[in-house]
């Protein structure tokens, strides 16, 4: 298992590049916003994940890299295939739209639109990953705040506001949301609901 390519940068196409590590080039399939963020030549690093097809007619197999900047965007991306109907090039295609944050809170805020904007994404499964990676989103994306409320000094408020932040949204809106949220409810909601009504609030 490849978890990661710490080499020399020989080329770089409009969706791969390849690296040399101990005079072995490897071909890896990199998000469009990824490319971007690479130097023309240099040493560089990238994150792995590590795939293997099989023609079932055929029996032949197919091996592929696909490289990614750090490890929540890999994690982003091993979440998406796993819906059924995206396919490791829809996965990417969706990688190279958005960053990781954009990503996360376009799906915990069910932005259909901006999923359908990218190639290959219809309604069905703009509706199917949302459905899908909503909750796990909110538990993968925070181990940290996913919990019982209030320990070790940290109240509900704080854990939601954190999330939020983490998500790449504004503290002050963040804050404000997840006032309009708590006055408007008698009774304090679990962490990822609060999250979500947070999310429609902005």
């Known amino acids: ?3 990661s ?5 020989l080329d770089k196409g409009i969706d791969h590049v ?6 072995v080039g490897y071909l890896v399939h990199v998000p ?8 023309e030549t240099g040493r560089c690093r990238l994150h792995i994940h590590y795939a293997v097809s099989v023609d079932v007619r055929s029996g032949a197999s197919e091996h592929r890299l696909f490289g990614f900047s750090d490890r929540s965007e890999r ?12 396919s490791a090039t829809i996965g990417m295609a969706i990688m190279g739209a958005r960053n990781v944050q954009e990503i996360q809170t376009a799906i915990m805020q069910g932005d259909e639109a901006m999923l ?11 509706q199917r990953i949302i459905a899908e990676l909503q909750g796990k989103l909110v538990a993968g994306a925070f181990p940290a705040a996913v919990g019982v409320a209030g ?4 109240t509900l408020r704080s854990e939601a506001l954190s999330a939020l932040v983490s998500l790449g949204l504004d503290r002050m809106k963040a804050e404000r949301a997840l006032q309009k949220v708590m006055q408007d409810r008698e009774e304090q909601p679990p962490l ?7 999310l429609k609030n902005l």
């Open 151 to 154: 320990g070790a000094g940290n």
């Open 5 to 9: 390519l710490n080499g020399e940068l």
């Open 18 to 23: 390849v690296i040399d590590c101990h005079g």
């Open 32 to 39: 469009t916003a990824v490319i971007g963020r690479l130097p």
């Open 1 to 3: 298992m490849i978890d």
């Open 192 to 198: 990822e609901e609060l999250i979500k009504l947070s």
């Open 116 to 126: 359908r904007g990218i190639k290959g994404i219809g309604p069905k499964l703009a």
């Open 75 to 86: 994690q982003l991306f091993r979440k998406l295939i796993e819906v059924q109907g995206v």
